[in-house]
């Protein structure tokens, strides 16, 4: 089981899973080439922790528990002993591969390497070590601290014990891990949530729903906190989707084992496109512009949208969720995970 730990990428994620292990009892070392995060990021976790702490969650002082955070200068360094490297950087193929390359001089050979990326596949970011086996996907949920979900990610030459390891590390300090056996985009959860995006982005398209009755609909029907159409404009998914059409065309042309679905799926992803490009052209990208499918105050300055409750009763719930439950089935069928009963 690993002892020390190192986190590269000190943003958002990399501060949180931090927090997690330093709380857990972990030594965990930090490496970001960006300086200027690092004071901001160990600032926010102590303020975790203090509201932790002011709760009655925590059963050390929050001093003790950063002081198991060592702060590196250069990667070499911050590599030596250490048994597990978790990789927060950029969603940037090319940043995480440079790293990689870079990493696996300096750790030994029973290092394990694990990823955090939220859809990249595992197999393709693999494809640029020497020893493939130790690499895994280690995906957490923000906030890592209060999300208890953790995706690990077989790529298609992760070993048993790498990944088993990861499971166990994962149990070790309060989460519930799950195992996506096979490697494919989005993962369990995010190609889930993908299908449920896509299908409303269809049913939009084509007139049967209003994209505000959608969201009404998802928001007090089902509980979610946020519909597809504001999520997508709070997230900029618009400008991500139209930006990475690219690199999953080169994913596909060296990892296409991790697109499963040539069909029903890709044919919906490609009517779905035509929308993203057209907004994207339009400048409707979401608040960085102040409007996508909303309309905002002004760019960069975000408001919930007005979503009247009353448009919920104009959809029905199957329409949006039939084809999650399908694809959730295909998925165990392709051995990409199990039923959970």
């Not at 048994?83 to 969603?91: C, G, N, S, T, Y």
């Not at 697109?259 to 409707?284: C, D, N, T």
Request: hydrophobic letters at 40%; aromatic letters at 10%; glycine letters at 8%.
């Amino acid at each position: 089981m690993p002892e020390r730990i190192l986190m590269i990428g000190f943003g958002t994620m990399g501060s949180g899973i931090t927090e997690v292990f330093a709380m857990n009892g972990f030594e965990v070392n930090v490496y970001d080439m960006y300086r200027d995060v690092i004071p901001k990021s160990l600032e926010g976790i102590r303020w975790s922790l203090n509201k932790l702490r002011e709760k009655g969650s925590l059963h050390e002082d929050v001093d003790t528990i950063m002081r198991r955070i060592h702060v590196f200068d250069s990667l070499s360094n911050a590599a030596k002993d250490v048994d597990l490297v978790i990789e927060a950087v950029f969603e940037d193929p090319k940043v995480k591969h440079q790293v990689y390359r870079e990493l696996e001089g300096y750790v030994r050979r029973n290092t394990i390497i694990a990823s955090n990326t939220s859809g990249i596949p595992i197999t393709y970011l693999q494809s640029v070590l020497q020893y493939k086996d130790r690499f895994a996907g280690f995906h957490w949920f923000n906030p890592p601290v209060l999300m208890r979900l953790v995706e690990v990610i077989k790529g298609k030459d992760t070993s048993d014990e790498t990944a088993n390891v990861l499971m166990d590390l994962a149990r070790r300090v309060g989460k519930e891990p799950i195992l996506v056996r096979r490697d494919v985009r989005g993962f369990i959860a995010n190609r889930v949530f993908g299908v449920l995006s896509t299908q409303a982005f269809i049913l939009y398209m084509r007139g049967i729903y209003d994209y505000r009755a959608i969201d009404s609909a998802l928001i007090y029907k089902l509980g979610l906190p946020m519909g597809v159409f504001a999520l997508t404009d709070f997230t900029g998914g618009i400008k991500l989707s139209y930006e990475s059409r690219n690199l999953f065309e080169e994913i596909d042309r060296v990892a296409p084992e991790t697109e499963p679905s040539k069909g029903g799926l890709a044919k919906a992803r490609a009517v779905v496109f035509s929308l993203i490009e057209k907004m994207y052209k339009e400048g409707r990208i979401g608040i960085r512009t102040g409007k996508g499918f909303y309309e905002y105050p002004e760019p960069g300055k975000w408001v919930r949208p007005d979503i009247p409750r009353e448009l919920a009763d104009r959809v029905n719930l199957l329409d949006l969720l039939a084809p999650m439950v399908n694809e959730s089935l295909r998925m165990e069928r392709l051995g990409i995970c199990t039923r959970m009963i």
